[in-house]
């Protein structure tokens, strides 16, 4: 049997259905009393009648209350509450005037009070029931307003957060094509063909698949570690066995979920001021780990390391030609993307050896992928995670043999 999801929709969802609901169980609740307090003092059942037509007198009263509070409440203060006292006082005068009326008509000759005895004696009823009906009017219209507000003020901000998401992310393409372009220009100015189009190639492939996640999205980490071997291929066109990578990522870990486009400027930072200015290049290790509710994730090179002012070292050289000029995105980048996205509930630390290395330390909480993992995070889950036997399970060498391939991605 096929079960439906009921989902209940908040009272207030309605304000016209709302209303009519209050409508009725108030004053069928006021009726109900009066009814009950006359029986009990063994008043006759045909008192009933006029309790009836006072309760509807109430109902029909109430109903162009509503209405005239309803153009009061947007004015100034001073002339929504002296015209709703004036309308007030009105308000009651009429109910006690048709009650005290309606009483007189039921007693007939067994009393001998005057009509307007009867209409100051009865009044402070429906000075009751009609102010504390205004009261109720305007607390809930205040309450809805303010709510409304809230919310508006709630997507707005959410809006914000989105726009700024997007705006960091946004600035990430720019920046990698800036370094990578500036990289198949030199090619192609030394002539070097048939790299400076294999580096285009790859190039494609690489934004063909970062452009598919939505700015501001989250995507696993398998997701992510592929987008950083596509990113790899083509750097590895310029530094070859310079360039040395080691991933080392828990099976848990590769199926949290984190900003996508987090991880790529911290390798590509690495590059610059651990790969590029040394000979011998350097090695990149990324970590992956959940701390509890915690997924943890560093990105350690073995290059100079940073100055005492905190600054990344670099060679008092000239840049050689080819290699990417920073625009200074890359680490604030991240650190403002992870404000966004998590507030105060994230860590971002930079650490620095003595002897040289340089790491980033991100912690953010752990959120598993909902569902099964799609087919791409499956593959790169599979092969990211591959044992090798000299070191252990979910040891990942990212330098395969230098060897013509095709385009990545390609159909």
């Not at 009648?49 to 001073?78: C, K, N």
């Not at 989105?162 to 920046?175: G, K, V």
């Not at 066109?237 to 990522?249: C, G, V």
């Not at 509710?293 to 390391?305: A, F, K, M, Y």
């Amino acid at each position: 049997m096929s079960r439906v999801n009921f989902q209940p929709a908040p009272f207030f969802a309605s304000k016209n259905r709302a209303f009519w609901n209050l409508q009725l169980a108030g004053w069928g609740g006021y009726f109900l009393l009066r009814s009950v307090v006359a029986i009990a003092n063994d008043q006759p059942l045909d008192l009933l009648a006029v309790l009836l037509v006072t309760t509807i007198t109430g109902f029909a009263i109430t109903l162009i209350l509503s209405v005239i509070y309803r153009s009061l409440i947007d004015r100034q203060p001073i002339v929504t509450w002296g015209g709703t006292a004036v309308v007030l006082m009105l308000a009651v005068l009429v109910h006690s005037a048709i009650e005290a009326w309606l009483q007189g008509l039921y007693q007939g000759s067994l009393t001998e009070t005057s009509f307007v005895q009867r209409l100051v004696g009865l009044s402070f009823i429906p000075l009751a029931l009609l102010g504390g009906w205004s009261a109720l009017y305007y607390a809930i219209n205040y309450f809805l307003r303010v709510e409304e507000q809230t919310q508006r003020l709630q997507r707005l901000e959410a809006q914000a957060t989105a726009a700024q998401l997007a705006m960091l992310r946004y600035q990430l393409n720019p920046h990698f094509l800036f370094n990578t372009l500036n990289s198949i220009s030199t090619l192609v100015l030394l002539k070097q063909t048939e790299p400076a189009n294999a580096m285009l190639t790859r190039l494609s492939g690489f934004l063909r698949h970062t452009l598919i996640a939505e700015p501001g999205s989250k995507v696993t980490l398998a997701s992510e570690v592929e987008t950083l071997q596509l990113y790899l291929d083509i750097e590895r066109m310029r530094f070859e066995e310079r360039l040395r990578t080691h991933f080392d990522i828990e099976d848990e870990a590769m199926n949290a979920c984190l900003p996508a486009m987090l991880l790529q400027p911290l390798i590509e930072n690495a590059i610059k001021y651990a790969v590029s200015p040394q000979e011998e290049g350097a090695r990149i290790s990324l970590t992956g780990r959940v701390v509890g509710q915690r997924l943890r994730i560093s990105v350690e090179d073995t290059g100079p390391g940073a100055g005492p002012a905190g600054q990344i070292a670099t060679q008092n050289r000239a840049p050689y030609p080819g290699e990417p000029v920073s625009t200074g995105v890359g680490l604030v980048n991240i650190q403002n993307r992870l404000a966004q996205g998590y507030g105060d509930d994230h860590l971002f630390e930079t650490r620095s050896n003595p002897g040289g290395g340089f790491t980033v330390l991100i912690e953010i909480p752990y959120e598993a992928a909902a569902g099964n993992a799609s087919p791409s995070s499956q593959s790169t889950s599979t092969r990211a995670t591959s044992p090798d036997p000299e070191r252990g399970d979910n040891v990942v060498d990212l330098n395969p043999p230098h060897k013509p391939q095709t385009a990545i991605g390609n159909s």
